[in-house]
Structures are given as structure tokens and as C-alpha cells.
């Protein structure tokens, strides 16, 4: 049962039965993400069972939060149009609720007989009941009951609701989920000026927007703060599973087949300690299935994947809830991320006054930790400042019109004017244009700069390696000998020779590109699916050039 | 069984050398001057007056400095393969590892192995024979573990040799034998330190020469620079996103020194195997201000006219930057630079603070790490290993068990090539002068579990934290005062231990603390053990002198 790293043969086997998923994944669809989920001011939800898929081939018996037989939700963000809500699915629906509001979860319990009652807490929110029994901590569902929750007193910010009856085994089960809360009031500095120029970019090559929209409509923040605005959200639910605790759940639920409820030995007596968890779950998944497209019809209990994209500058809005019992230190490749409030709360300056304009004292980090029962939320972004060296590749001398793009600094030193909302290269920074990185480089990039790179015989190349050290498919494509026609959304690329590099499945040379970068959990082991590397709580995050249109609906 | 081994790889270089052709594997980088630092010689930092003044955007070329160029030139060069260290209770544990390759006498000694292009680009003479164990070996010829640490002087590039093909240039062209002679079963825990300055241009070369122990594994190793921001994937070192070395061969990572911070670096092929085998080691960028001599708030005002750098104020909506660095504080204090650092001096700033309030009198980093024994085991005899139940059993400060953490002088740990090599250099007693400052830069990457360090007696002064300075959008400083912190893999955190109970207005000391010896020690109490010793551990000593 026990799978291991036994030696590099076998390890390799498995890496390569992950590069085969890569490649499935990569031919049924270029997945991405955002942070979909249902939208609405009253939802009516079901618990009950259903087997979860692990990358290891395990299918574990779980339990889960969705929708009940009959509720039709309404699906956001309206730009992924392939949402379903199952009867069962881990994380629960991601609920997506307005500032101001009033809604209500109307819970059903339909859990095996034997696990009792079930219920939903909702830190945070100012919650009254109606129905149900009583519970230690709330109002209870008893098996075949229902129990209804009105919530009040919103503040925005992404927030967590798990079970709150016998915790360490319904939530170990799967009994967690997210609420999402946006702002009533959207501050005009999230609509204008950077912001609004890089929603006209995204329309200029074609892309959606996938941000989550209020109940009047509007996006951009995540709270009513200048410095919340995002062009770019993702939500991340950090869980561990101890497969023992499921098998043994199912043996006596098994067991106690067609009880009657309340009835003696209609219970389970599921020992949740010694913990050794197997499983590392962001949004339910293990790497590599994390990256597989949100409601991929091969999960249909776990809809929700990790899988981020996103273009140079872009403020990118992350949202993270550790919904297991440990805490875990969460490393995001490729720059900072500004956490921006803790479970709906914003960290602002002590001595500022409140409003729009008041400024942020949340940490700066590298590792965000995540922490059982806590969510929070956090802005990244990468634009390559500080480089020394164009990322782009470009060639002033070359023949290709992309290589000789213009980059003309803002106040800030980035490529964001008008001319540039077209180019491939917007959001560049300037004062790196043109400055090569290699001595002598073999395609047609600059050169004269101060590295040079080995033989790349005595390289191997990884599966979400570019196939170049430059950003995006033209530059890549110079780089290796290819070719490019057109420019900026006329370009077509056409690799030839030796390249692409071998191995580079996941970020093809000539369609994306990519900057890619590894999200994980940085206590290394949980980078694990049941002792098998790699797996677990990683994913690959993508920095594309603008020539790559990124769906986050595919 | 060692010889076969050697021989294993010398049959591999020689397949390489065939295989290849005339392409050289090994060599390492080091240009004494570049577009960015264009001066014929690059070795030391000059003093910060303000952003360097660069050329007019052009359509057909690239912004160059023309004046007031800042930073200079650093190389390094580390092995990757594998080694031996000593625990705490005497167990000698199989490391993968990395080992210097530059900067031996530095790093043996407990300083970074950071060069110059001229220290790096010295040639080692062709009558000084490097020896396997090196610096060990000649440091310590009889193997007493008392090593005399003066008498291994050699600081540059291992294995550099002029080009005899290209009239005998100095080009990074090396000669294998000297790298494998030093490099092989040479891995240290920490690997090798490494402290660049902000603006520098670092070029740090990896020279994979394999693990002897495990000749089954044809494993790659790379460099993640752990906290860069705005990395490139190219230069990130993570394998899945990049390139990774193959035994036999060396890269150059290329980076500009990000903004001053305590970082730190590791490989990143299987990190829950490599990390825990003990590849895992310590970075950091000193910052401008250690360069400027008068008014801080001034030069940090000047930092802001530095698009690269810049902080503008977070009521300007315009120019706000939400990941920037360094706000101007909101009190101007009206601190002036210590002339007297960074030239030879041991005192400097932690961040850009422009109000001193990170200035130290000594920096220490400390490292983080945790061993189990049984993954280190099956590391070494080919056995499955599991990861979810991984356990540490040894509790590592700088590669080191209490009480060897307060050894001064590299720890010696005699290989199965049967001779001794410096397998952990770094002590972690921590000396202050009564009345001085001590900057901690401490960095975790334990790959299983959070660890807490606790100090007793004297308050952690936390001012930094995931390299950055502790200090809001609007300048408030944001620093605290703690007997503990907690840090999980992956972190770090700058904590400035100070010695003096009283200061007086302006900063000098009235009273200090007590002359004496304080604790580091960690309340996670089973962590105070050396796999079945029960007292160890992860703690450490200062010295309050």
C-alpha cells in the first residue's frame, strides 16, 4: 500500500506518469483558474458522502457540503459557464455573497444515519437559526433533518464555514467550504487609471474578465480600499486527510448500515488521533490534478482547482483559508505577496483615519503561513522589475517587429500607455528594455550581457520549463532559431530544428511561454500524494506574456 | 569499495569528456566588469550618494550607467554532491549536500564565501596542491579536530586555470581535477554562506559533481534563491520551471541583488528529500544604507528618486507600489551613517531604514534545519523512503546539535574517503560587547515542522521579517519586542538582540546587561534532544562580554 521513492528508476516512472497527466491535461484543455463558486442570498445545501480522487489512483471516502436536490444556483463569475454543484463536493460551494446583505444556508443532513447530526459554523458573521436541534455549538441537522442559518453583519473578505459538530472527524471528512464577501462599494481608484487600462488590455487581446462581481454588478475590490484593487482572483483551501480515519469511517458506517438514529450502535467511534495525514490538498486536489480545469467532469466531487495565471503587473488578489488542523507554511515563487486583511479584518495603519485611502500595515511575506480556521486574503504581482535584463529578449537589430517593440516608462518606470495597451510587451519594465543577460546568446536576442549560458546537453529540462530563459512564445521562439510572423495579436510562431527543448509539455514554447513558478507548501514533505513526490500541496503558478490569452473558463 | 567508486567517476567524466566534444562542462564566471558595472575592476561597493545615472531610453539600445555607478561585482562557486556531518551525540549522518568552491579559508573561518572578481579570479598555484578535505586537510594535517586555521590561505575559484587555448586567459576555464579533488564528499550543512550587497551583480556557479554514496542516482541539483521577488524562472532554480545540472557539469546563476533582506537559498530538485538530506543554506543582501555616510532619512529620500527602488507614499495613488520596500519613516530622526561601516567593520543596518532603527554592531545568521535519522539512513543504503511520517530527531542551529553549536571553529567530520573535511563551519555563540546590538538572521527550513527559538534574559527585537522591513504604508515602524519567535520552512526573520538595558537619548548605552552568559533555546521542550539524548538540541549561547 505504502508507496515510496524506493529508487530513481521508480521515481522516475512516477514523474513521468506525472508528465503524461500534464500532457493529458495540456491536450484536453489549458486549465486556469479564479475563484468561482455560487452566487445569491439563499442557498440550500446538502451533507452527505462520496469518494474523492487522489492522483495516486486512491478514490477516499469522504463527506462533503453541496447542493441540495432541487436548489438551482446561480454560478460566478458568468464568464465560466461549465459550473455544476453536485450533492456532494469538497470544498462545499464557494459562496459568494454581497456586503449588507442578508442570506440565508439552509443545511440538510444527509450523512450515513450513523455519523449523527451535522451543522455549519460561520466565524464571523452574526448568525441566527431556525429549525434544527440543538448542538453544542449551533443548531444541528439530525440525520434526514434541516436546519436553516440567516447571516448578517457582512464584512468583506473571504472567510471560512465549516461543520461545527464533532469537528475533528466532519471536517477531517470534508465538511469545510469558503464564503466570499464583496464590497457594496467598489472605490473609483479600482476603476480608473491602471486599473481600467488593464481591463481595456485584457479586451484588447480578447480575454474575459473572471473577477467576482457584487450584487450591483461592480468589480475590482476586495474591499473598500485603494490598495485592495485586483485585476486577478484565486482562492486557495489548504486541507490534510489521514486516509486511515476514511477507511475506517466507511467500515463502520458499513457496519451500521440502515440504523435507526438514536437507536444504540448508530454511531461512529472514529479514533482521530495518532494523526499521520497521507493526502495535501489545495481546493481538494493534489498536485497534479490541482491544475486540472475547474469543473473538470473527471472530479465531479471536487470542482475547484489551483491553478494560477496571470500577466506582468497585474494585481492579482489571493485568497487563502486553512481548513485542516495544521498550519502550513504556504511559499509563493516569484515576489511578495502584501497580506491585506485577516479573516475579513484589513490591516491598516494605526495611525491613520479610516477610509478609502488609509493606508496598509500588513506584512509583506514570501511564506504565508496558513492556519486552521483562518482566511486571508493578500495581493501579489510580478513585472520582472529589478531583472537587470529584458525578459522579453528584445533585439533592436532583429528582423522581427516584436523584437524591436517600444517600451516608453510611465511614472513608475512600466510600459503602460496607450501605444503599449496593444503590445505584447505592456506592463514592461522600461529600464531594463533592450539590456541583454546573455554574452553570446545563439538565437536572435541581445547580446553583450553578462552571463553565459552551458551547453544545454548538460541540462535537463523541466516540464514547465519555457524552453528558454525569455518571456513569452516570439522571444522564445528567437531565442531557439524559430521563427515568428506578424505582430503583437497577428503573431504566429513556428519552432523549428531542435527546438522545442524535450520535456517542455506544460508550457509549450511556441503557444505560452511562461514564466512559470512553484506555489507549495513549504514544509517540503506535504509536496507528497501518500509518500509519493510529486504531489501534494504544489502548484504552478504562470507569469504570460500578453500574446497568451488566458481562459480561466477552460 | 571508495576506489571503485572514484573510478565509477572518472569513467563517467570520461564519457562526458567524449560525449561532448570540445564542450567544457565545468567552468565558472567571473567578469571583472560589465555593461552594468562597466569600470575596468569591480571589487568593492563605493559610497551611496544616489541612483545611478543612467543613458536616455533609446529605440536602439539599452539604458547604460553613465555616472555614480553603485554596487560591484561578487562571485562565488559551490559543489553539489554529497558528505558527511556530526551530530550532537557523535553520529556521523550521510548528507546530500552542497560544499564551497570559492572562498575556502573565508568559509571555514565562518564568513561568507562571497569573492570579489579579483579574490575569485586568483589562480591557485600550481605548487599549492589543493587536497581532498581541503581546507580540513591542511588546516588540520594530523586530524585532531584542532585546526589552525591560518594555515589554508586560498580564497578563489577551485579549479581555475588559465586558458591555454586562448593565450592563457583568465576565463573561467577550469581544470576538473582540482574541483573533483576538493569538491567531492566535501558537503557542508549549512551549505555555504553567501552575503552580497544591494546593487551588486552576483554570479554564483553550481558544479555538480556527484554523490559518491549514491552512484544509482544521476541526481541534478539546483539554486532557488528562496524570497527573491520579481525572480526569473530562468535563474529560479526550480527544476519543473527551469533547467536543472547534471552531474558533470556547472551553471551560472545570474542575479542583480534584490532589495537588502535576509534571504536564504536551496536546492530544489525533490525538495522533501533534498532538504531534508541537507541542502539548505544562508543569503543575504546588506543594504545602501550600510553605504552612506550623514543624514539616513536624505538617502533614503534619495532612494526614492531611484525608479528601481522606490517607495512612494501610499497616498499617492498614482505611484503607489503595494510591494515596495522602503517608505520613508514617518518620524525623521535624523540619524547619520557610521563612516566606518562596511570597510572592514563588523556593525551595519538591516534594512534601509533611513532612521537607524536596524542599525547592528555584529550580524549573526542562524539556520533553522531539522535531521531524521532514519530518512538519512535509507538516504545512504538505498532504501524506500517515506515522506508523510518523516520525524526529525536532531534539531539543527547552523547544522549543529547544542552542544556542539558553541564550538567555535569548524566542526571536522571524517568522510568515507577516510579523510576530515570542515562538514559544519558555522558555531552560532553569539558574542556581544555589553552595550552592543547583534542582528540574528534567522532563516528555517525545517521540511516537517514549525520550530520556535525562545531567548532568555535578553528581549528579541523583531525587526524584519520574509526580508523585508518590519514598517507600514505610511512609515510607522512596526517592530516589536518578544521572547520567542516561530518561524515554519521557509522563512526568516531579523531579530537584533540587544545588550544594553538603558539607552540614552541619541542612542548611547547607560547601562548594559549583566556580563554573563544568556540562552537560545527553543520551547518545543522533545526538540531540546539529540535523537536519544535527552539534553541538546536546538539551543545555542550569547555571550555578553
Known sequence: ?554 | MRKLHQIGLLIAFTCLATGVASAQSFRVQCPNSTITHPAALNDVEPAYTGPTTLSAPSASTFQAPTANVNGAIKCQQISGGDGYATMGDGTQTYLFSFGPLSGLAKIASGQAGTDSPTEFNTINPPSNVLLPGDPATTDDPSGTSTPNLASFTYNGAVGQVPDLDNGGAINGHVDPRQMLDVGVMNGNIPAPLMAIDEDDEYFLTLSNVGMIMRPDLFEQHTVHFHGYPNASAFYDGVPDASVAINIGGSFTYYYLAPDAGTYFWHCHITPPEHLQMGMVGQLYVRPRQDRVTGDLYTALQNQQLDLRTACPSSADTVHSDILCSNPLPAVNTGAAGAATIRQGGTSGYAYNDGDGSTYYDVEYPIQIHGFDPNFHFVGMTFNPEGFADMKDKYFLLNGRSYPDTVKSGPLETQSSDGVNHFSQPLPSIINITAGQRALLRISDLDVSEYQTLASLGIPMHVVGYNAKLLRDQAGNNLDYYTNSITLGGGESLDVILDSCAVRAVGGACTTTVPVGTYYLYTPNLDHLSNDAENFGGLMTEVHVN
Not at chain 1, 474523492?52 to 457540503?65: E, F, K
Not at chain 1, 442578508?102 to 450523512?111: A, G, M, R
Not at chain 1, 437507536?263 to 489545495?282: D, K, Q, R, W
Not at chain 1, 497585474?314 to 505577496?337: A, C, D, M, S, T
Request: charged letters at 10%; hydrophobic letters at 35%.
Open chain 1, 1 to 554: 500500500m505504502r508507496e515510496t521513492k524506493m529508487n530513481k528508476t521508480i521515481s522516475m516512472s512516477k514523474l513521468l506518469a506525472v508528465v503524461m497527466l500534464a500532457l493529458a491535461s495540456l491536450f484536453t484543455a489549458t486549465a486556469h483558474a479564479s475563484a468561482p463558486g455560487i452566487t445569491g442570498t439563499s442557498f440550500s445545501l446538502t451533507a452527505q458522502s462520496a469518494y474523492l480522487t487522489q492522483p495516486d489512483g486512491q478514490a477516499i471516502y469522504s463527506w462533503g457540503y453541496g447542493c441540495s436536490a432541487g436548489f438551482m444556483p446561480t454560478f460566478a463569475p458568468a464568464t465560466i459557464t461549465t459550473g455544476f454543484c453536485n450533492a456532494m463536493q469538497v470544498p462545499g460551494p464557494t459562496l459568494i455573497v454581497t456586503e449588507g446583505s442578508t442570506v440565508t444556508v439552509t443545511l440538510t443532513n444527509n450523512l450515513p444515519t450513523s455519523a449523527g447530526n451535522t451543522s455549519i459554523l460561520f466565524p464571523g458573521f452574526h448568525v441566527a437559526t431556525s429549525g434544527g436541534v440543538t448542538g453544542l455549538m449551533t443548531q444541528e441537522a439530525a440525520p434526514g433533518g434541516s436546519v436553516m442559518y440567516t447571516l448578517t453583519g457582512f464584512s468583506p473578505g473571504t472567510h471560512a464555514y465549516y461543520s461545527g459538530t464533532q469537528g475533528d472527524l466532519q471536517v477531517e471528512m470534508g465538511l469545510y467550504g469558503a464564503i466570499i464577501v464583496l464590497p457594496a462599494t467598489i472605490p473609483s481608484a479600482c476603476t480608473s487609471g491602471l486599473a481600467a487600462a488593464n481591463v481595456a488590455v485584457e479586451g484588447n487581446w480578447g480575454e474575459s474578465d473572471f473577477r467576482l462581481a457584487n450584487a450591483s454588478g461592480a468589480v475590482g475590490a476586495a474591499y473598500d480600499n485603494n490598495h485592495a484593487c485586483y485585476d486577478r482572483e484565486y482562492i486557495f483551501q489548504f486541507s490534510e486527510m489521514d486516509p486511515r480515519i476514511h477507511t475506517q469511517a466507511l467500515a463502520q458506517v458499513r457496519a451500521t448500515a440502515g440504523c435507526a438514529a438514536g437507536a444504540t450502535g448508530c454511531s461512529l467511534n472514529v479514533a482521530t488521533e495518532p494523526y499521520h495525514p497521507g493526502y495535501f490538498m489545495i481546493n481538494g486536489r493534489s498536485m497534479p490534478d490541482d491544475m486540472d480545469p475547474n469543473y473538470a467532469f473527471q472530479y465531479p466531487h471536487q470542482p475547484y482547482n489551483g491553478n494560477p495565471h496571470m500577466h506582468p503587473g497585474e494585481q492579482v488578489l489571493i485568497r487563502v483559508i486553512g481548513q485542516g488542523r495544521w498550519q502550513h507554511p504556504f511559499h509563493e515563487h516569484g515576489n511578495h505577496v502584501r497580506i491585506l486583511a485577516r479573516d475579513g479584518n484589513l490591516i491598516l495603519s494605526p495611525a491613520a483615519t479610516a477610509g478609502e485611502t488609509t493606508p496598509l500595515a500588513g506584512p509583506l511575506l514570501f511564506t504565508t503561513t496558513t492556519t486552521p480556521g483562518l482566511a486571508f486574503d493578500g495581493i501579489f504581482y510580478w513585472t520582472g522589475k529589478g531583472l537587470n535584463w529584458d525578459a522579453y529578449g528584445h533585439n533592436p537589430t532583429s528582423s522581427d517587429p516584436n523584437a524591436k517593440l517600444t517600451c516608453t516608462p510611465d511614472a513608475n518606470g512600466y510600459n503602460t500607455g496607450v501605444a503599449a495597451q496593444t503590445q505584447i510587451n505592456y506592463y514592461e519594465w522600461c529600464q531594463d528594455h533592450n539590456k541583454p543577460v546573455q554574452v553570446a546568446p545563439f538565437g536572435d536576442v541581445a547580446s553583450g550581457g553578462p552571463a553565459t549560458l552551458p551547453d544545454a546537453n548538460i541540462l535537463t529540462n523541466g516540464a514547465w520549463y519555457s524552453g528558454s530563459p525569455y518571456l513569452g512564445p516570439d522571444a522564445t521562439t528567437r531565442a531557439v532559431g524559430g521563427t515568428c510572423t506578424g505582430v503583437n495579436n497577428t503573431t504566429s510562431c513556428t519552432t523549428s530544428g531542435s527546438t522545442p527543448p524535450s520535456g517542455t509539455i506544460a508550457n509549450s514554447p511556441s503557444s505560452e511561454a511562461g514564466f512559470a513558478f512553484m506555489w507549495h507548501s513549504h514544509n517540503e514533505r506535504e509536496i507528497t500524494t501518500n509518500n509519493i513526490f510529486p504531489g501534494g500541496m504544489l502548484m504552478m503558478m504562470l507569469v504570460d506574456s500578453r500574446e497568451f490569452v488566458i481562459d480561466e473558463s477552460m
